[in-house]
């Protein structure tokens, strides 16, 4: 059972429109939510992260969107460029609990020029 | 500042052979992760250190894998007796004192293939 779901392996969108790319959770102790970002041959790198207590996080074109009751988030990257174009990796971890992050398996977003 | 150093960052092994795995992380930073990636499971936390004392190793397989940090500059994951669903990216990952897993920084990462 995993417990941070990514419902679409991947999204293609064209450039200047806004991908949305969604991710769920199962635990209701998980409270940090960070979203990461991977190019082929590359580690992850940290992109945007929410708090459970905030249902909003903004970083430039880059929104978080927090449903705690619902248990699901979104990321809304605006103005899609090309160069946006990578794996994004939803993760979840409680701050009560073991600093062990888990991770969704991922979405693969495409920006068309 | 070069980053997490994973080497190396290809191992091609035979069944059966050992392999180990080395991690510098970001110097200053005080905990390291281990993570395992592939395309079917995707990022499988492993275990971490901090102030090189192990901490959480729930996600490491019991048998054959091990991970150890002798010195606050390395970290190694060993993995014996190999087999080919050992394959795999592992990732090694530190942040800084104070950052708990708000912000890893990840390597590259070691391509394992086991033939």
């Known amino acids: 059972q995993q417990q941070v779901r990514q419902s679409s392996q991947s999204l293609t969108v064209w450039e200047g429109e806004t991908a949305i790319l969604n991710c769920s959770y199962e635990?209701?102790?998980?409270?940090?939510f960070p979203w990461y970002q991977q190019f082929p041959g590359e580690g992850p790198a940290l992109l945007i992260a929410?708090?459970?207590?905030?249902d909003k996080k903004e970083d430039g074109r880059f929104t978080i969107f927090f449903n705690k009751r619902e248990k699901n988030l979104s990321l809304h990257i605006k103005d899609s460029q090309p160069g946006d174009s990578a794996t994004y990796f939803c993760?979840?971890?409680?701050?009560?609990?073991?600093?062990?992050?888990?991770f969704g398996s991922g979405t693969q977003l495409t920006v068309m020029p | 500042n070069a980053g997490v150093i994973q080497t190396p960052r290809h191992k091609v092994t035979g069944k059966g052979q050992e392999a180990t795995l080395w991690c510098e992380p970001i110097?200053?930073?005080?905990?390291v992760f281990w993570y395992r990636q592939t395309i079917v499971q995707g990022l499988e936390f492993l275990t971490y250190?901090?102030?090189?004392?192990?901490?959480?190793d729930s996600g490491m397989p019991k048998e054959r894998f091990s991970a150890q940090m002798p010195n606050q500059s390395h970290s190694t994951l060993k993995i014996q007796s190999t087999q080919p669903q050992d394959s795999a990216v592992y990732l090694c990952?530190?942040?800084?004192?104070?950052?708990?897993?708000?912000?890893?920084?990840f390597g590259h990462g070691t391509k394992l293939s086991v033939l």
């Open positions: 250190f901090r102030n090189q004392a192990p901490i959480d």
């Open positions: 990952a530190s942040s800084s004192p104070g950052q708990g897993n708000e912000r890893l920084f």
């Open positions: 929410i708090r459970s207590v905030s």
């Open positions: 635990n209701s102790a998980f409270d940090y």
């Open positions: 110097s200053g930073h005080s905990a």
């Open positions: 993760a979840a971890s409680a701050s009560s609990g073991s600093w062990q992050l888990i």
